[in-house]
């Protein structure tokens, strides 16, 4: 099994099993059941929405441009000028942004990422 699974599947049952735990002692407590089960509910969803956001911290600044570090689309945010799409002419090898190629005149290119 996947190990990220494997870990996702333990989160998941200890977050199971800390609402239900967490339901019974507000019973116990005397709340009614319609707040604890609302208070159980917000806990289920927030609790993995700050773990994700945590984790998406550590990674730093995913698919920023301040950054260097993290993403951007496959891999290409720490590149200098990532925002604009460069051509290579397949004719004379010649990088450019667009349109036919400055060098040479051909249309025939491939996009360069």
Excluded: E, T
């Amino acid at each position: 099994m996947n190990p990220q699974l494997k870990k996702y599947y333990i989160f998941l049952g200890a977050s199971l099993v800390f609402s239900i735990g967490l339901q019974i002692v507000l019973g116990y407590l005397g709340v009614p059941w319609f707040i604890s089960i609302g208070l159980v509910m917000a806990i289920f969803i927030l609790l993995p929405m700050y773990m994700r956001r945590r984790q998406m911290g550590q990674m730093g600044n995913y698919g920023g441009r301040s950054s260097g570090a993290g993403g951007g689309f496959f891999g290409s945010g720490g590149q200098g000028d990532s925002g604009s799409v460069r051509y290579v002419c397949l004719v004379c090898n010649n990088k450019h942004k667009g349109g036919s190629c400055p060098r040479c005149g051909s249309k025939m290119q491939r996009a360069d990422f």
